[in-house]
Each structure stands twice: as C-alpha cells, then as structure tokens.
C-alpha cells in the first residue's frame, strides 16, 4: 500500500521554528521528486519547495527562499521541510507529495503527482 505520512507540524510562535517530515512507503522514493505543497484557510493550495530524486535539484517559492530547507534521506524513505523565521501566513496544511522523476519538467508545478500525504497542520500564532 502506497503512503506518505506527514508529521512534525503544531503551534508556534513567530519567528520560530518547526521540521516537517514526510515517510514513503509501498514505493520506491529513491525514482521520485517529492513537493511539500500548502493550503492556507480559504486559500488556494501552493506549492512551497521540490526536492529532485537525487537531491541535486531543488526548488523553492519566494514567499520562503532562505528561510525554508528541504531535505531527503532515501535510506530513511525520508523527506524533510525545516522552517524557520515562520511568519502568520506560513499558517497552512502541509502536504507533501511524490511524483515520479522527469527532469525535464522539474519542479513539476501545474503537473499531476502521482501520490499524496494526508497533511499536517502549521500554525503559527502568538
């Protein structure tokens, strides 16, 4: 059974800090790029950052560029979003998704991937 299993999301202050992780399992990460996507209330979902299959390629949105970093152990079937500086309006669901590797269309934004976590809530909130 396909899954990806999102955790380390919770209530945080601004300013702080929180790590996401995202576990594969029933498929074989190392072929797939995996997204960390986000849905804030009433908002449409955006993507935040893409990690390569091979880690030599990633992509992030503006709204996070040098205070988001995403991270992969394949060992570990193991995906990682480390947030810092987190603002009010980092406040979403975080999901995160794999889709199988084609370099051409790295970052995959407006494509389909291929599997889904459940999500994770961030809030961050004084």
């Known amino acids: 059974q396909v899954q990806l299993v999102e955790s380390g999301g919770g209530l945080v202050q601004p300013g702080g800090s929180l790590r996401l992780s995202c576990v594969a399992s029933?498929?074989?990460?190392?072929?797939?790029?995996i997204g960390w996507f986000r849905r804030a209330p009433g908002k449409d979902q955006t993507g935040v950052s893409v990690i390569s299959s091979r880690r030599d390629t990633t992509w992030y949105a503006d709204s996070v560029k040098g205070r988001f970093s995403i991270s992969r152990d394949n060992a570990k079937k193991s995906v990682y979003l480390e947030m810092s500086s987190l603002k009010h309006e980092d406040t979403a669901v975080y999901y995160c998704?794999?889709?199988?590797?084609?370099?051409?269309?790295?970052?995959?934004?407006?494509?389909?991937?291929?599997?889904w976590g459940q999500g994770t809530q961030v809030t961050v909130s004084s």
């Open positions: 998704a794999a889709r199988q590797e084609d370099y051409s269309l790295f970052p995959y934004l407006g494509y389909a991937w291929d599997y």
């Open positions: 029933g498929f074989t990460l190392d072929d797939y790029a």
